[in-house]
Nanobody
Framework: QVQLVESGGGLVQAGGSMRLSCAASKRTVYAMGWFRQAPGKEREFVAAITWNGDSTDYTDSAKGRFTISRDSAKNTVDLQMNGLKPEDTAVYYC?????????????????WGQGTQVTVSS
């Protein structure tokens, strides 16, 4: 079992930046990901990173604006979000999957955090 705790959400103006952090309860070689869920919408993939950080993947809307990074020594995964837009408003979830490969599929992830709210005002 891996427990995940997100932090860093809040309110920001459009065009601003925000950094989310996810702390894992133990070191793993699992791939990690960030997902988000806006009101009335399904949870969607945002970004993922391998256990050693040598490979990443992003949804198209995040490319060029968001950066996922990992500190294996601290068991943390961060999501740096720049150029935020109102449509980025959502609850952001950290997730971990049993496996080293990246995946954008929600069902491939076994462990989830409780989520952190990100609100971008126009």
């Amino acid at each position: 079992q891996v427990q995940l705790v997100e932090s860093g959400g809040g309110l920001v103006q459009a065009g601003g930046s925000m950094r989310l952090s996810c702390a894992a309860s133990k070191r793993t070689v699992y791939a990690m990901g960030w997902f988000r869920q806006a009101p009335g919408k399904e949870r969607e993939f945002v970004a993922a990173i391998t256990w050693n950080g040598d490979s990443t993947d992003y949804t198209d809307s995040a490319k060029g604006r968001f950066t996922i990074s990992r500190d294996s020594a601290k068991n943390t995964v961060d999501l740096q979000m720049n150029g935020l837009k109102p449509e980025d408003t959502a609850v952001y979830y950290c997730a971990s999957r049993i496996g080293v490969l990246l995946s954008p599929q929600l069902n491939d992830y076994q462990y989830w955090g409780q989520g952190t709210q990100v609100t971008v005002s126009s």
